[in-house]
């Protein structure tokens, strides 16, 4: 079962420039994933098929793509993460819309608690690419040789 806790803003974006160079049939028929009009990522004017973005954006962020039938928790949540990622996701014709979610609050401090505590936080992880090997599309790994490419 995939957790998507990995796929990040970039990684979204990288699969929707693949789906762009590919086109639609192409991008669907080598993943696996069949059109889908349910819930549908919109950016920059495009329609793309959300399921199939965030499967080859699982891709890029973990180097294992991410089958159709690994999504238990159905379309709902594939259109929650997208937005919590800042892409736009319309709505299915004729359903009730997903609730927003309002951003998480940080927990409030108490006036007891000690400053110098939160100094001591390590510095928030930044959004690296993921090198990719252009023919087979694959993570490289340190070396920046693809494993299966040579």
Same mark, same amino acid.
């Given at each position: 079962?995939?957790?998507?806790?990995? &796929?990040?803003?970039?990684?979204?974006?990288?699969?929707?420039?693949? %789906?762009?160079?590919?086109? $639609?049939?192409? %991008?669907?028929?080598? @993943?696996?994933?069949? =059109?889908?009009?349910? @819930? &549908?990522?919109?950016?920059?004017?495009? $329609? @793309?098929?959300?399921?199939?973005?965030?499967?080859?954006?699982?891709? @890029?962020?973990?180097?294992?793509?991410?089958? #159709?039938?690994? %999504?238990?928790?159905?379309?709902?949540? &594939?259109?929650?993460?997208? $937005?919590?990622?800042? %892409?736009?996701?319309?709505? #299915?014709?004729?359903?009730? =819309?997903?609730?927003?979610?309002?951003?998480?609050?940080?927990? $409030?401090?108490?006036?007891?608690? #000690?400053?110098?505590?939160?100094?001591?936080?390590?510095?928030?992880?930044?959004?690296?690419? &993921?090198?990719?090997? #252009?023919? +087979?599309?694959?993570?490289?790994?340190?070396?920046?040789? +693809?494993?299966?490419?040579?």
């Amino acid at each position: 079962m995939a957790t998507f806790s990995a &796929v990040q803003a970039q990684h979204i974006r990288q699969a929707i420039e693949e %789906f762009d160079s590919r086109g $639609r049939e192409a %991008f669907l028929g080598v @993943y696996g994933f069949d =059109p889908s009009d349910e @819930y &549908v990522l919109v950016q920059d004017g495009q $329609r @793309y098929d959300a399921l199939a973005i965030v499967g080859v954006a699982h891709r @890029y962020a973990t180097g294992r793509l991410a089958a #159709p039938a690994e %999504f238990h928790d159905g379309m709902g949540a &594939v259109a929650a993460l997208l $937005r919590r990622r800042g %892409f736009e996701v319309s709505e #299915p014709v004729g359903t009730t =819309p997903l609730p927003r979610q309002a951003p998480a609050r940080a927990p $409030r401090r108490s006036a007891a608690a #000690p400053r110098a505590a939160a100094s001591r936080r390590a510095p928030a992880a930044t959004d690296r690419p &993921v090198a990719m090997c #252009p023919t +087979c599309f694959v993570a490289l790994p340190a070396t920046g040789i +693809c494993d299966q490419c040579g």
